[in-house]
């Protein structure tokens, strides 16, 4: 399978707890995104990276939250002190041109 | 006010039915537009891509609306494997940052 893919699938953890999740894009995909979706609502976007540039943040990524792709080719994003309000799904998209591919996401339960 | 709005639904339909639905967006800018369709506790997978004449992928027909702001899809002769949330989404910066409704979900019934 040569989409996009992200560990672990599930991650339960008690608040104040760190976390750290990993995407791995579709081969050559120089674009990759990571999003949040809570229950009933869409996607919302995170952050973005060209290559290994970081090049926007959203809003919603506190100061707890920190995204790194490194070499441009997997990307992590990490949550210090979790709280209980980062219980969602985080997915992570990937792009050459156009479209962007999902990944199945990371849920995280935070208790 | 959200940039992309969506009616929820559901729209329970019958097989064979036709069901449309529509989405509004905020941004006079937005460049580009899709559908995106997602199961239950699944990852968004793209359906269509939404062009200003209007298109059509088989029995799915998205319309696109500048003036008003808003996107249609229609889905004829529903079958029981369109069960699915879809996502009207937009974005004014090609390829980045996708903007996304809270779907509507349609059930198709044997």
């Known amino acids: 399978d040569t989409g996009v893919s992200q560990d672990p699938r599930h991650k339960i953890t008690k608040r104040g707890q760190n976390v750290t999740f990993r995407c791995d894009p579709i081969s050559e995909h120089n674009r990759l995104y990571w999003y949040r979706q809570t229950l009933g609502q869409g996607p919302e976007f995170l952050t973005y990276?060209?290559?290994?540039?970081?090049?926007?943040k959203s809003r919603l990524l506190s100061d707890r939250f920190s995204a790194e792709r490194p070499k441009g080719s997997f990307s992590t994003l990490e949550i210090q002190r979790t709280e209980q309000g980062d219980s969602a799904m985080y997915l992570c998209?990937?792009?050459?041109?156009?479209?962007?591919?999902f990944g199945p996401g990371t849920r995280l339960l935070v208790l | 006010r959200k940039e992309v709005e969506q009616d929820p639904g559901p729209f329970n339909v019958p097989e064979g039915a036709t069901v449309a639905f529509n989405c509004t967006y905020s941004?006079?800018?937005?460049?580009?537009f899709f559908w995106y369709r997602q199961d239950c506790r699944k990852e968004p997978k793209l359906l269509m891509s939404?062009?200003?004449s209007g298109n059509e992928d088989g029995r799915f027909t998205a319309q696109l609306n500048r003036a008003s702001q808003y996107i249609s899809l229609l889905i004829r002769d529903s079958k029981l494997s369109d069960s699915a949330t879809y996502l009207c989404v937009v974005n004014w910066s090609n390829d980045y940052k996708l903007s996304f409704g809270a779907g509507t979900t349609v059930t198709v019934r044997a």
């Open positions: 941004n006079s800018a937005s460049q580009s």
């Open positions: 939404v062009y200003s």
């Open positions: 990276f060209q290559n290994e540039a970081q090049l926007e």
């Open positions: 998209a990937s792009s050459l041109l156009g479209t962007q591919y």
